[in-house]
């Protein structure tokens, strides 16, 4: 009876499970993909700019096919880096300060799938930045890359590059995004310097060689360079990546509850 000030119970159908993490990792995959796709300058920009670094540096210098591979190796783990840090890193501190991603922080679900994502992400272009390295440095330099390096240098890559989109994320996470880009740079060039990948290690002076050795950049090198004279890729450099790796992960861990602490307590 109308004006009785009872409500009917509303009918709805059965629960729906809640999405798993590879559904939730997949959706956040696919939206970082088209977002940055769409961007015409992150995509040359992060493209481009490895290979551009080559051709000046790497093709002008490379005294015969061996060092081309190497210098190529180099140029195109410089670009990993760069998408790591500043795509990444720069790019998640920038979108913590959007209405958007404080909408999905509010969801009901764990930042573990949106961080994976984003790591995937970065992977992506990454390989998408060394490849044209690689082929410009076999069809200028002649380089010559047997089936077996290149699979070993994707693994490398792809393996070898998880570290360093963790510690982008890290950067990401902790700071704002004014000061993201110049915090950035002092991670990304003394990372690059240290770890060989503007001068060979040899020509590097005798201290910041020692010093060297304990970066993860110089055990990234160290296996990228291995990879594409298709050599061993020696445990000792991946255990390098892997200790890193735990630290990387770890600090992203603290940074990610620090801020959502921050935002929602």
Same mark, same amino acid.
Request: proline share 7%.
């Given at each position: 009876?109308?004006?009785?000030?009872? !409500?009917?119970?509303?009918?709805?159908?059965?629960?729906?499970?809640?999405?798993?993490?590879?559904? =939730?990792?997949?959706?956040?995959? #696919?939206?970082? *993909?088209?977002?940055?796709?769409?961007? $015409? $300058?992150?995509? %040359?920009?992060?493209?481009? %700019?490895?290979?551009?670094?080559?051709?000046?540096?790497? #093709?002008?210098?490379? $005294?015969?096919?061996?060092?081309?591979?190497?210098?190529?190796?180099?140029?195109?783990?410089?670009?990993?880096?760069?998408?790591?840090?500043?795509?990444?890193?720069?790019?998640?501190?920038?979108?913590?300060?959007?209405?958007?991603? !404080?909408?999905?922080?509010? *969801?009901?679900?764990?930042?573990?799938?949106?961080?994976?994502?984003? /790591?995937? !992400?970065?992977?992506?272009?990454?390989?998408?930045? /060394?490849?044209?390295?690689?082929?410009?440095?076999?069809?200028?330099?002649? #380089?010559?890359? !047997?089936?077996? #390096?290149?699979?070993?240098?994707?693994?490398?890559?792809?393996?070898?590059?998880?570290?360093?989109?963790?510690?982008?994320? &890290? @950067?990401?996470?902790?700071?704002?995004?004014?000061?993201?880009?110049? @915090?950035?740079?002092?991670?990304?060039?003394?990372?690059?310097?240290?770890?060989?990948?503007?001068?060979?290690?040899?020509?590097?002076?005798?201290?910041?060689?020692?010093?060297? *050795? =304990?970066?993860?950049?110089?055990?990234? &090198?160290? =296996?990228?360079?291995?990879?594409?004279?298709?050599?061993?890729?020696?445990?000792?450099?991946?255990?390098?990546?892997?200790?890193?790796?735990? /630290?990387?992960?770890?600090?992203?861990? %603290?940074?990610?509850?620090?801020?959502?602490?921050?935002?929602?307590?």
């Amino acid at each position: 009876m109308a004006g009785t000030g009872t !409500t009917r119970p509303q009918q709805t159908g059965p629960a729906q499970p809640a999405p798993g993490f590879g559904r =939730l990792f997949g959706a956040h995959l #696919a939206a970082n *993909l088209k977002e940055l796709g769409r961007s $015409s $300058s992150f995509a %040359m920009s992060t493209v481009a %700019m490895p290979s551009l670094l080559y051709l000046f540096f790497g #093709a002008t210098n490379a $005294s015969n096919p061996a060092e081309a591979g190497r210098l190529a190796a180099a140029w195109g783990l410089f670009g990993v880096l760069g998408v790591a840090f500043f795509q990444f890193g720069v790019g998640v501190a920038q979108s913590r300060e959007r209405p958007w991603f !404080t909408y999905l922080r509010t *969801l009901p679900a764990g930042g573990g799938p949106r961080i994976a994502a984003q /790591v995937a !992400t970065a992977l992506a272009f990454s390989l998408a930045a /060394v490849a044209p390295v690689i082929l410009l440095a076999v069809l200028i330099n002649g #380089a010559t890359l !047997t089936f077996l #390096a290149c699979l070993k240098l994707l693994v490398v890559l792809v393996l070898g590059g998880v570290p360093f989109a963790l510690l982008g994320l &890290a @950067i990401g996470f902790s700071v704002t995004a004014r000061a993201s880009v110049p @915090i950035a740079h002092l991670v990304y060039f003394p990372l690059a310097f240290l770890g060989g990948l503007w001068l060979p290690p040899e020509m590097l002076p005798s201290i910041v060689n020692q010093i060297s *050795l =304990l970066t993860p950049t110089r055990h990234y &090198a160290e =296996l990228a360079w291995s990879a594409i004279a298709d050599g061993p890729l020696p445990l000792v450099h991946w255990a390098w990546l892997l200790g890193w790796g735990i /630290v990387f992960a770890w600090v992203t861990l %603290m940074a990610y509850r620090r801020d959502r602490g921050r935002r929602f307590a």
